[in-house]
């Protein structure tokens, strides 16, 4: 079991609902006299046998007590003292987090009961129910459990036992969870500073509350391999590919392996797959058939269907399928499907598999909406160790923009099994979904929702088809939230008709997008300039996107239309030249510095007709194109890194702190020297809004 983390999704929670049931209400002097513990496991009850056990205090339990939860003393006469229960009880817990309602009762007894069996109290993380039901529905007339039970329809069996109180615990926690995301708090740091706020808004206003711990600090960073998040497959792996007939004797095959100094063969199958023989697969052959084994044909040890990875994937990546399934040689494939080359251990010896790099494969291996949650809760603290080994916030950009695109393609992937599942069928046309905005664009921070599209091949709105897919991106949208990545609030989702239609409708779309020029199209357009396929027929996608850019190429109202757009821009600096805050003093690096550079950077490129998706491409570019001043543009490049940079440290600050993440940095937390570098990189907005302008081009 792996332990919680501040990233941790409230849905992933490995945890235990906890309770008991005690000599008396004051935790200064009460006695355990039964604990019971559940847990807590993939957002549901585990199966798991409970922990459940009476408890002899040593001391006479008073009738008043008894009368609540009919616990008397002979039936505590024989039973196991504290100091005996307490190992069992800890290795139940492991290093999960404690729930319960007023769980800080429980840790005062529990800790108090430690001491006195001269034990040291176990620094367990608490999340309280009562709290947390506060947040989601401050206008309840009590906050009992009992009262929180009715009010979620959660049936309590045996009320004021140790047990029943801990599974209604464990239930109303389970309850409350898709009313926390909607309230924003999604992970364990989130929850754990939103109870705090709660409880000190309590003792405040009087309200009793018994005192919760802190959560632990941070543990130390790891230093991890950055190459691997630095480097694209494509930078290592072996072109062009090894190809073999089908019938090819392995004897000749085993001519090519030695030959070019390769380790591996593809073959392509009669069965339209294409399979691989390695060095291994023709010694074992050898071993198994003899001499004999030379003379048969190819497709008799190909290994299929091959296992992969994409070009432009990151080498985490491939890292982490191999050391997943414990294979030495992996396929290299195109946008297309189309192999283009391999990737060894060889090419890989000294990055070797850790920890962090199996992020990717766990995302691709996830079966359900929690395993992606777990999958993506790794994501915060990978990010927090690159920028821990100076890799440049581009970089880190573009781990997280990778990850949110595979996360979209394993949300369709389930989306479309839960249809087959439901007997809604398979998909009725060639279809593909497509991530936009800054996911689209490499260049996502960590506080992204859902830019996502689908285009498929016929159908009209409403038609069979439309419904079909509309249902299906409903659950694919779903299932992104719930793992930790929110609906979009500008409604900018394939679940939405605006972002689902079909080829003939996108098309007809785009080109009123760019013949009406109105402003309020602009939006679209620009999120629709940035898109990326991420599963399916990427053909059709790729062909919209090309269209588009023919279009608004061609366009130069259009184009005067977004320059106009990308021209107004408030500036980040005050009248005396101090950074324009808001009244938490944070400023908004996206609004002021990043939204200006991006866009500046797509309206070039369309008005050059560079078809390049990332704002440092589309800038290099223009640049190539028209011959403009390449110091000025390294400078508008190297500001963007610096703005990511500021944005991504403040919000794994955020993270850890349990609050949202956003584009806001705290410049009080800023050094006098990071103040300077924040300014200078603002400052490069306004020349990059001037090269839009009609005079410079």
Known sequence: M????????????????????????????????QIAAVRISNGALATAAPFDTLVDPGVPVPAATTKVHGITDAALRGQPAFKDVAGPLGDYIGARVVIGHTVGYDMTVLGREHAAAGLAAPRWRTLDVRPLARIVAPGLAGYSLDRLCEWLGIAITQRHSALGDAEAAAQVFLALLPRLREKNVRTLAEAEAASRAQIETEMLSGARQYAIDGPPPPPALQRIDSFAYRTRVADVMSAPPLFADPEMPLRDVMRQLVDPGSSSVFVRLVSGDVGIITERDVLRAINAGGPDALAAPANTYAQAPLQSVRADDYLYRALGRMSRLGIRHLGVTDAGGTVVGAVTTRNLLKHRASAATVLGDAIEQAASAVDLAAAWSRLAPMARGLMADDVPARAIAGVVS??????????????????????????????????????????????????????????????????????MATRMTD????????????????????WRMD???????????????????????????????????????????????????????????????ARSVASPFTLFGGLRTDEKGRID?????????FTAARVLSIRHDVRARSSAERMQGFAARTGHNADEIAGIVAAQETLLGFVIGQQLIDIESGVPPSTRVLVSRLSAKEKAALKAALAQVAVTVDLVAEGRL
């Not at 249809?419 to 506080?447: T, Y």
């Not at 599963?535 to 061609?554: I, K, N, P």
């Not at 690096?589 to 550079?597: A, F, H, N």
Request: hydrophobic share 40%.
């Open 503 to 565: 080829v003939a409708d996108w098309t007809t779309t785009i080109k009123g997008w760019v013949r009406r020029q109105r402003p309020e199209d602009l939006l679209s357009v620009d999120i629709f300039f940035d898109a990326v396929p991420v599963y399916g027929a990427s053909e059709l996608a790729e062909r919209l996107w090309a269209h588009a850019y023919t279009q608004a190429h061609g366009a130069r109202g259009f184009q005067h239309l977004l320059t106009e757009n």
């Open 402 to 471: 990778a990850e949110i695109c595979a996360m979209t393609t394993r949300a369709t992937e389930l989306a479309v099994r839960q249809m087959r599942d439901e007997g809604r069928g398979s998909p009725p046309q060639p279809f593909a979904v497509l991530v936009l905005g800054s996911a689209g664009r490499g260049e996502s921070q960590l506080a992204a929702d859902q830019d996502n599209a689908i285009v498929y091949g016929q159908g009209a709105e409403n038609s069979p088809a439309d419904q079909w897919f509309a249902a």
């Open 589 to 597: 690096v996206k609004r002021y510095g990043l939204m200006p550079l």
């Open 479 to 498: 299932i992104l939230d719930q793992a930790g990545i929110p609906l979009c609030k500008g409604g900018v989702m394939a679940r939405n008709r605006t």
């Open 2 to 33: 792996t332990e919680a983390t501040f990233s941790t999704p409230l849905i992933a929670l490995e945890a235990v609902a906890l309770d008991t049931e005690t000599t008396g209400l004051d935790a200064k002097s009460a006695r355990v006299i």
